[in-house]
């Protein structure tokens, strides 16, 4: 199983970015995925949910902003990123548990540097 993870880099407050995260030996459409990002000495945390059935769910602080999609004929993830903040800036991973088995995959990270 792997997740690709890219999309990632440098941009002004205020600015988007997409995030994408490609999919093997993992069926996205039968799994509920997530992005969660980890900045700097801080925690990693949950940022956006979309689950097979096509539910989304977001963290308060990007509400609004982030948007996760899936393309299911490419099996890949996204997080549209509008109006980036400083504080958006970490690494982020996505992240895919099958509903038919207790297991977690997660990606290597694509960092997001947002500049005030």
């Known amino acids: 199983v792997q997740l690709q993870a890219s999309g990632g880099g440098l941009v002004q407050a205020g600015g988007s970015l997409r995030l994408s995260c490609a999919a093997s030996?993992?069926?996205?459409?039968?799994?509920?995925t997530a992005w969660y990002r980890q900045g700097p000495g801080i925690q990693r945390e949950w940022v956006a949910r979309?689950?097979?059935?096509?539910?989304?769910f977001y963290a308060d602080s990007v509400k609004g902003r982030f948007s996760i999609t899936r393309d299911n004929a490419k099996n890949a993830l996204y997080l549209q990123m509008n109006a980036l903040k400083p504080e958006d800036t970490g690494v982020y991973f996505c992240?895919?548990?099958?509903?038919?088995?207790?297991?977690?995959?997660w990606g290597q990270g694509t960092l997001v540097t947002v500049s005030s």
């Open positions: 979309l689950t097979s059935s096509g539910r989304t």
């Open positions: 030996g993992v069926i996205l459409t039968t799994s509920t």
């Open positions: 992240n895919a548990d099958p509903d038919t088995i207790a297991t977690s995959y």
